[in-house]
């Protein structure tokens, strides 16, 4: 009667089921109420299985159950430690290659200081540098090969100051500007000149480490390969305060933006040094990533930003900009933020240039410090 019983209530309710006339949640509730029979089943199993095996007395059912029971439960578990298995093959592997890679730079940076050495100690330096290694190809390839996670993190990452950094500065700067479409100004500008000071520093460190490697660099990477490597590898040289130190001294001659006399823009330093630190590094990826150029007044594109929620949303041209849209190419990888008005672009334009003045003698200009 057991089994009867079993057997009828699963027929019942895969009756039910079907993916033709019944709702999704119908038939999700269907397959809830199939799971859920499933358990109490098991559960009546499990005890029916206890009492039989009482019953057999205290070794009865013993090689039953190790030659049916235990090999079918440990199939249950195995796909899902596998898994996890595999996973740490795979940092272990990574490890592994992070510390070849630390090898090869350091090797590379042995030779080129005794390649130095060589051509400032000898009075005949081209004949002590034919004795010398040549300089090995740092991490040969890793930039390349992680490009794809790269990327990924740099994306999600671009994200996340959206949602945190942005917002922090903004409550920051509430305190000081009243008025909303100058703070949300003033944030926008703080992003494209990070991006631009951020990507100034790379094409500098790029030339310095091409000169240092060039030096005793014999392939089979090319040097650029060789050069792109070593910079994924040692992103600490980037100098990302002098970044911070270059955008806010642009943003304090803004046109565009404006800002109370006693103080400074370093107050969103944060949110500039985070930026900073991204825009540099997706200067690294192949292709980089870099933001979208906009202007006020321009036609407002739906595949470039979003509308801000106080939006005219029948308005076709872009009254100032919130959010820089993330590109690689031609192609967009993360909308912006815009905001779209009627009527009110020249003199809002004209309200901003009345107010704008030169912050260059601003008494916190010389202040630029790591909050670290």
Not at 170 to 196: G, N, W
Request: with cysteine.
């Amino acid at each position: 009667r057991f089994w009867t019983d079993i057997k009828k209530t699963q027929a019942d309710i895969l009756i039910h089921i079907n993916l033709q006339i019944n709702s999704c949640d119908q038939n999700l509730n269907r397959c809830c109420e199939i799971i859920e029979l499933n358990s109490k089943i098991q559960g009546q199993l499990f005890t029916i299985l206890n009492e039989t095996s009482q019953e057999g007395g205290h070794y009865a059912g013993v090689e039953t159950i190790k030659t049916r029971l235990l090999p079918w439960l440990g199939t249950c578990f195995s796909c899902a430690t596998s898994g996890r298995k595999l996973d740490r093959l795979n940092d272990y592997e990574q490890q592994i290659q992070i510390l070849r890679d630390e090898i090869s730079i350091l090797d590379a940076q042995k030779s080129v200081l005794q390649s130095r050495l060589a051509r400032s100690c000898s009075p005949y330096p081209r004949h002590r540098e034919n004795k010398l290694s040549p300089v090995r190809s740092c991490s040969p390839g890793r930039a390349r090969r992680t490009n794809a996670s790269r990327r990924a993190c740099l994306i999600a990452r671009f994200g996340d100051i959206y949602a945190q950094e942005r917002l922090d500065a903004e409550t920051l700067l509430k305190t000081y500007v009243s008025d909303m479409e100058m703070v949300q100004r003033i944030i926008y500008i703080a992003a494209v000149e990070s991006f631009h000071a951020a990507k100034m520093a790379y094409r500098q460190l790029k030339i310095r480490v091409r000169e240092t490697l060039s030096l005793g660099h014999s392939g089979p990477e090319s040097l650029e390969d060789t050069v792109l490597d070593y910079i994924v590898r040692h992103e600490d040289l980037y100098d990302v305060q002098a970044s911070v130190n270059e955008v806010i001294r642009s943003m304090n001659i803004n046109p565009k933006i404006s800002f109370p006399p006693e103080i400074d823009f370093i107050v969103i330093s944060t949110l500039i040094r985070e930026l900073c630190r991204v825009a540099f590094s997706m200067q690294t990826l192949t292709p980089p990533l870099d933001i979208a150029f906009g202007t006020d007044r321009e036609l407002f594109s739906e595949t470039k930003y979003h509308r801000s929620f106080d939006s005219d949303f029948t308005a076709v041209l872009v009254a100032y900009h919130v959010w820089p849209a993330l590109m690689e190419n031609d192609d967009v990888i993360v909308k912006g933020e815009a905001v779209t008005k009627r009527g009110t672009l020249w003199s809002r334009r004209s309200r901003t240039r009345s107010r704008s003045r030169s912050r260059s003698t601003s008494p916190l200009l010389s202040h630029h410090v790591s909050p670290n």
